[in-house]
């Protein structure tokens, strides 16, 4: 034996040494021991911080749920007013039909919703208003230029039609603070909070109110309904906090909008006649929870106006602490509320202390059992490890055919795996002394042979590769070889056409055509779904059976396109395939065109660059998406004056984003046009494209970009 070993062995037995079961007794017992000290210390320390936390928490989550409620609630009726309007605008009832805006009020109110009231006020004075009444029946209000300044009263029947004359009384909506609200801020917001009284009840009631204004904003009337806040009052009553938490709503103001605790936010003072609503401020409510919760938010934020975000207070009343939250709750429409959430300390101290004997008490059993328990334990482990510790010591000797076998009064599954493992390394070393050479040779030639599999494969796959890119090429240049040519396009009479297409792919799925037969110009745009070549052939087969046509001298626009669909419907079919395409087909001729089929808007621009956009969607069906669509087809006309044009395009242009997600849009599309109208044909869509690109960026572009302008000179 070398010095250097020996030297090294003697500081190995000079180290501290122990036995096995006091190596892992002591390991175990002492963290115990440690952790139920510490867990106790924790426990009596952390008590307060955890009341404090909890109720945070709590707290928090409570006026967060609150808040969710109160906008679903609310966002509700502005959703209605919303939907009245896109009724309006879509003409699906005219504002001056007070009969169709009575049934179609009647079907929302009808059913005792939470829209109780649903009425409209315009310039002229007129009103109409359906409203539900809490005996179930349903009253119309009307007021016309017939009835003058008198607003009558009808009882409505089960059909929504007026069945009964009530009353009648002067009544004057465009001096209502809801009409006035709606019209000096010109945009979607709400009334005040006011009081509603009937046979019945008394109850605070808000609006929602929405200015109709025509395409020249000029207003038309005003929209509005009446919501419950009582409905708000249940929520937070029926709400569980804790056993003595309560919550409440306020405006900035300080007054009251809804409390778990106080039925009524407002005092009913006087009798019949001489009654009169006086709204609670919360500061000085009966309630001396809210009343102190209030004042403590004033206090410390000097104005409850300048509460923007979540913010949590603590305060002490009669000797008791109480953790408050509070809440904005915005819609940005003018919503302008905060939600509090208030909680005593009590309801958690007592939870917290049993908490703390509990842990400590099950600590100390645990500290007893886990000492007994690794006593007996390091026996079982300690006995078969010391067996296999000589047996290891015999094999590193060269005794390769020792085994181990031991039974012991419990048989633990890691102690029969180490020694199954044990023998196993036994058996294994033997045979690896014994046929370690054989097992190389043959692993080397299975890795040659599959070295050589891998090798011919990606042999095949650059081949595969390379032809696949020569077909996509020769596609891609077919596909440029059939575009107008700029020749074409300037021999066309009486016309100033540029056109402009580029691929987001090697083939692109749009299309685009200009044809002229005996004096007639066709222009055709199309976008074929997805790109690549399948989405190229459709665009090919396209333009064949748009040329096919023309030069057949088919200008009925329902005979153009059916034909055109059927014979694509069926290329796809026999294709299994699923691709679609939208297609719209322009026929000029004499200072006139006429449009058909379904794609993006057309935008039809005057020689003063004013613009008009022309829908497309009730002109024809996708096609090759269905047999037949001849029942979808229609076309329109317009007249064409020197100086006028039109601009066609796919949904590449408008749908352009930019690094942050921003479409380029319609809007400003119509922007660059009318801007550049006074250009030729070809400077437009130089124009077009450039801020195309301005507006895109480094993002990468997704979609095929094509553009036609036509311009009659």
Not at 6 to 30: A, G, H, M
Not at 184 to 207: C, D, H, R, V, Y
Request: contains cysteine; glycine residues 6%; hydrophobic residues 40%.
């Amino acid at each position: 034996m070398s010095g250097k070993s020996l030297k090294y062995q003697q500081q190995i037995y000079q180290r501290p040494r122990f036995r096995l079961r006091t190596v892992l007794v002591t390991p175990f017992v002492i963290p115990i021991i440690a952790s139920t000290i510490l867990v106790g210390w924790l426990s009596f320390r952390n008590g307060g911080q955890a009341i404090n936390d909890l109720a945070n928490q709590l707290n928090k989550e409570t006026a967060s749920r609150i808040e969710d409620h109160v906008l679903q609630y609310l966002n509700k009726s502005q959703n209605t007013l919303l939907l009245t309007e896109a009724g309006i605008k879509s003409n699906n009832f005219k504002l001056d039909d007070f009969d169709g805006l009575r049934r179609y009020f009647w079907q929302v109110v009808h059913q005792g919703g939470f829209e109780a009231y649903l009425a409209y006020g315009n310039e002229r004075g007129e009103f109409v208003g359906v409203e539900y009444q809490e005996n179930g029946t349903v009253q119309l209000k009307i007021r016309t230029l017939d009835t003058g300044e008198i607003r009558k009263v009808y009882l409505l029947d089960s059909n929504g039609n007026p069945q009964k004359f009530l009353k009648e009384s002067e009544y004057e909506p465009r001096t209502r603070p809801w009409y006035k609200a709606a019209k000096e801020l010109g945009k979607p917001t709400w009334s005040e909070i006011f009081t509603a009284s009937s046979s019945q009840n008394t109850a605070l009631q808000i609006s929602p109110v929405r200015p109709i204004y025509d395409e020249n904003r000029k207003l038309l009337g005003v929209l509005s309904i009446n919501i419950r806040l009582s409905r708000i009052t249940n929520f937070v009553h029926e709400l569980s906090i804790s056993p003595n938490g309560q919550s409440f709503i306020m405006e900035r103001s300080g007054n009251l909008v809804a409390s778990s605790i106080i039925k009524q936010p407002f005092k009913v003072i006087g009798k019949e006649s001489d009654r009169k609503i006086e709204r609670i401020e919360s500061a000085k409510s009966d309630n001396s929870v809210v009343a102190t919760t209030a004042q403590n938010l004033q206090t410390r934020f000097s104005s409850l106006d300048s509460i923007k975000t979540i913010q949590q207070i603590k305060f002490s009343l009669n000797e008791e602490v109480y953790f408050a939250t509070v809440t904005p709750i915005s819609d940005g429409q003018g919503i302008n509320w905060l939600a509090v959430v208030v909680v005593p300390e009590k309801d958690f101290m007592e939870r917290i202390k049993a908490n703390t004997q509990t842990t400590v008490l099950l600590c100390l059993l645990t500290l007893i059992g886990a000492t007994a328990i690794s006593v007996f334990t390091s026996s079982l482990i300690s006995r078969p490890i010391i067996r296999l510790t000589q047996a290891s010591k015999e094999l590193a000797t060269g005794s390769l055919d020792l085994r181990v076998h031991t039974v012991d009064i419990i048989e633990i599954d890691e102690i029969d795996t180490l020694e199954h493992s044990f023998n196993t390394m036994a058996g294994t070393l033997q045979e690896v002394f014994t046929t370690l050479e054989d097992k190389v040779m043959e692993r080397t030639t299975e890795l040659a042979n599959a070295n050589a599999e891998i090798i011919a494969l990606n042999e095949k796959l650059k081949q595969e590769n390379l032809r696949m890119a020569t077909e996509l090429d020769v596609a891609r240049q077919i596909q440029q070889m059939i575009l107008p040519k700029p020749e074409e396009l300037e021999s066309i009479v009486d016309l100033d056409i540029a056109g402009y297409m580029e691929p987001a792919d090697e083939i692109g799925g749009d299309y685009y055509d200009v044809l002229e037969t005996d004096g007639v110009v066709t222009l055709g745009i199309g976008d074929v779904t997805g790109h690549g070549l399948e989405s190229g052939i459709l665009m090919l087969m396209t333009q064949t059976a748009v040329r096919t046509l023309q030069e057949i001298r088919e200008t009925d626009p329902v005979k153009f396109l059916s034909t055109l669909n059927r014979t694509l419907f069926k290329n796809v079919q026999r294709m299994d395939s699923e691709k679609t395409l939208t297609l719209a087909i322009v026929n000029y001729t004499n200072g006139k065109i006429v449009i058909s089929g379904q794609h993006e808007e057309i935008i039809l621009v005057r020689k003063n660059g004013q613009i008009e956009r022309i829908d497309t969607m009730s002109l024809g069906f996708p096609i090759a998406l269905d047999s037949e669509i001849e029942q979808f087809i229609s076309h329109a006309t317009f007249d064409l004056d020197l100086g006028d044009g039109i601009v066609l395009y796919t949904d590449g242009i408008p749908e352009a984003i930019n690094i942050n997600k921003v479409q380029y849009r319609v809007e400003r599309l119509c922007e660059v046009i009318s801007k550049s109208w006074h250009k030729s044909a070809s400077e437009i869509k130089a124009d077009i494209i450039v801020d195309v690109r301005r507006h895109i960026g480094t993002q990468k572009v997704f979609d095929d970009i094509t553009l036609l302008v036509l311009k009659r000179i």
